[in-house]
């Protein structure tokens, strides 16, 4: 037993400081990666420093996402990014890959379509990010045709539809 406890008594003595520093490197780099996202997940950095996209934040603004009687705001990362905060590298991984294609569209692409770039986004749009949010769609008031329908959404047939469907403009007034 006592050469045991000095077999990890040594381990611990060669390789600890080097745990503890990576440990601390580790830590670091999370905190630098959280503090350094923070201002380029607002809306408006992304809306008023890019040209692109100054269209799109002036169209989610008057939205009913950007504004509405309630006071209630979601940011664009919210439909524009991975869901699922809690799966935190694959949301990072995600943000960062959207990011450096658009830094890169930017720079090298072609000239911005407005009207192009939106039908792309429609098309990838999935009813998981609306539902994300929208989670009590059947429990709000609305006429029957509307509760028929998102009935439909939420259970899908052969033929299942998109919240985007119907709701094209929810996110950006045109």
């Known amino acids: ?8 008594f040594r381990v611990v003595k060669k390789w600890g400081l080097a745990f503890i520093a990576g440990l601390v490197f580790a830590v ?9 996202m923070e201002p380029v997940s ?17 169209s989610w603004k008057l939205s009913v996402h950007g504004a509405n009687s ?5 940011e664009c990362s919210a439909c524009h990014l991975p869901v699922s905060k809690e799966k935190y590298f694959t ?16 720079y090298f692409g072609d000239e911005y379509d407005v009207e192009k770039v939106r ?14 949010c929208h989670v009590d769609l059947l429990g709000k008031p609305g006429s ?5 329908i998102h009935t439909d959404v939420l259970n ?19």
């Open 91 to 106: 949301y990072i991984a995600a943000k960062a890959y959207e990011g450096g294609k658009d830094v890169y569209k930017h």
């Open 42 to 58: 607002k809306s408006e950095y992304c809306g008023t420093n890019c040209h692109e996209m100054n269209t799109a934040y002036q």
């Open 119 to 132: 039908e792309r986004v429609l098309e990838h749009m999935s009813n998981k990010r609306c539902l994300s």
């Open 28 to 36: 670091l780099c999370f905190v630098g990666i959280n503090a350094a």
């Open 144 to 148: 029957e045709i509307a509760k028929e």
């Open 1 to 8: 037993m006592k050469k045991i406890i000095n077999r990890i």
């Open 156 to 174: 899908p047939s052969d033929t299942p539809q998109r919240c985007v469907e119907c709701h094209e403009d929810v996110g950006h007034q045109r």
């Open 70 to 74: 309630k006071g209630l705001r979601t």
